[in-house]
T-cell receptor
C-alpha cells in the first residue's frame, strides 16, 4: 500500500525561524500536495506539484514556498515562521492527477510557532 | 470558485444505528467528482467513497452510501450499522476541471456505545 511519510508528528518553532516540513511517498506518484488544516476551516491547499521541479500555488500560498528536487520528496518551507502559521500540515500524493483519483495522505505535522 | 458546505459541525449516533452527513456544493461545471474522506484520531485521511457527477447511480461501499442529487448540488453520506470505529472527522470534497480538491469544513461524528 502507498505510504506517505511526514518527518515530524509534532514540531515547535520560534517566530522568525526558517522551518522545513518534509514529505516522502514511496509509490512513484506524480502529484504531491501540501494542505493546511485548521479547526472550523477544513483543509486548504497551499501548494502542489505535478512533476519534479514543478510547482503550482494553491489557495493560500502566502508565507510558504516548496521544493521538489526528487519525485518522492516534497518539502514545505516557512521562510520566516509566524504565529498565524500554527496549524496542522498535511501532505498528500496521487498517481497521475486524473480527476477520479484518490489522494493518499500522511499523518500530519502539528506545528506550533511561539 | 467552487465551494463545499458541510452544515453540521458535529453529529452523534448510537452504535448500530444509521446516520446521514450532509454536504452541498456550488459549481457551474457539469462534469466533476465528489468524495467523502474520513480522518480518525490517528489523523491520517482515508477515502470513504467517491461519485462521478455524470453517473446517476449512487455510489455504495459496504455500509457507506451516498445520496447524490445533482440538480440540488447535494451529496450526503449515509453510514448504516454504525460502529465505534466510524468515529472520526468526515470531509466532503469536490474536484472539477482544474483537478484541485476543494474540501468542506468537516463534520465530527461521535458514535455512542
Amino acid at each position: 500500500d502507498v505510504k506517505v511519510t511526514q518527518s515530524s508528528r509534532y514540531l515547535v518553532k520560534r517566530t522568525g525561524e526558517k522551518v522545513f516540513l518534509e514529505c516522502v511517498q514511496d509509490m512513484d506518484h506524480e502529484n504531491m500536495f501540501w494542505y493546511r488544516q485548521d479547526p472550523g476551516l477544513g483543509l486548504r491547499l497551499i501548494y502542489f506539484s505535478y512533476d519534479v521541479k514543478m510547482k503550482e500555488k494553491g489557495d493560500i500560498p502566502e508565507g510558504y514556498s516548496v521544493s521538489r528536487e526528487k519525485k518522492e520528496r516534497f518539502s514545505l518551507i516557512l521562510e520566516s515562521a509566524s504565529t498565524n502559521q500554527t496549524s496542522m500540515y498535511l501532505c498528500a500524493s496521487s498517481l497521475q492527477g486524473r480527476p477520479d483519483e484518490k489522494l493518499f495522505f500522511g499523518s500530519g505535522t502539528q506545528l506550533s510557532v511561539l | 470558485a467552487q465551494t463545499v458546505t458541510q452544515s453540521q459541525p458535529e453529529m452523534s449516533v448510537q452504535e448500530a444505528e444509521t446516520v446521514t452527513l450532509s454536504c452541498t456544493y456550488d459549481t457551474s461545471e457539469s462534469d466533476y467528482y465528489l468524495f467523502w474522506y474520513k480522518q480518525p484520531p490517528s489523523r491520517q485521511m482515508i477515502l470513504v467513497i467517491r461519485q462521478e457527477a455524470y453517473k446517476q447511480q449512487n455510489a455504495t461501499e459496504n455500509r457507506f452510501s451516498v445520496n447524490f442529487q445533482k440538480a440540488a448540488k447535494s451529496f450526503s453520506l449515509k453510514i448504516s450499522d454504525s460502529q465505534l470505529g466510524d468515529a472520526a472527522m468526515y470531509f466532503c470534497a469536490y474536484k472539477g476541471s482544474n483537478y484541485k480538491l476543494t474540501f468542506g469544513k468537516g463534520t465530527l461524528l461521535t458514535v455512542n456505545p
